[in-house]
């Protein structure tokens, strides 16, 4: 059974940064997209970035791009979502993500099998 477990949110100031992690087990051999959302109050779940479980190409929303970083350490099997230059709308609960096995083409944004359980983070002075 494939897991997904955030950490790494909290509040922080705008123009900041912050990194979240999602610890990761249950792949196997297979491959698998893995990305990141968010969903803010009132507003429909977003997906801003992904890539594969192997590493390969990524993939991002208009509205993280050049700001956000996603990366993974398979050694660790971790995948992380490295936020910069932080805006009050950031503010959202994040979730990490993933589908599979598929065979792998551009990692997409919609339509994943498996959810974390979530992590807030408030962008706020």
């Known amino acids: 059974q494939l897991q997904l477990v955030e950490s790494g949110g909290g509040l922080v100031q705008p123009g900041g940064s912050l990194r979240l992690s999602c610890a990761t087990s249950?792949?196997?051999?297979?491959?698998?997209?893995i990305g990141w959302f968010r969903q803010a109050p009132g507003k429909e779940r977003e997906g801003i970035s992904c890539?594969?479980?192997?590493?390969?190409?990524?993939n991002y929303a208009d509205s993280v791009k050049g700001r956000f970083t996603i990366s993974r350490d398979n050694a660790n099997n971790t995948l992380y979502l490295q936020m910069n230059s932080l805006k009050p709308e950031d503010t959202a609960v994040y979730y990490c993500?993933?589908?599979?096995?598929?065979?792998?083409?551009?990692?997409?944004?919609?339509?994943?099998?498996?959810w974390g359980q979530g992590t807030q983070v408030t962008v706020s002075s």
């Open positions: 993500a993933a589908y599979g096995p598929v065979v792998p083409t551009k990692c997409r944004l919609i339509r994943y099998d498996y």
């Open positions: 890539m594969y479980n192997f590493g390969g190409t990524t």
């Open positions: 249950g792949f196997g051999s297979g491959v698998y997209g």
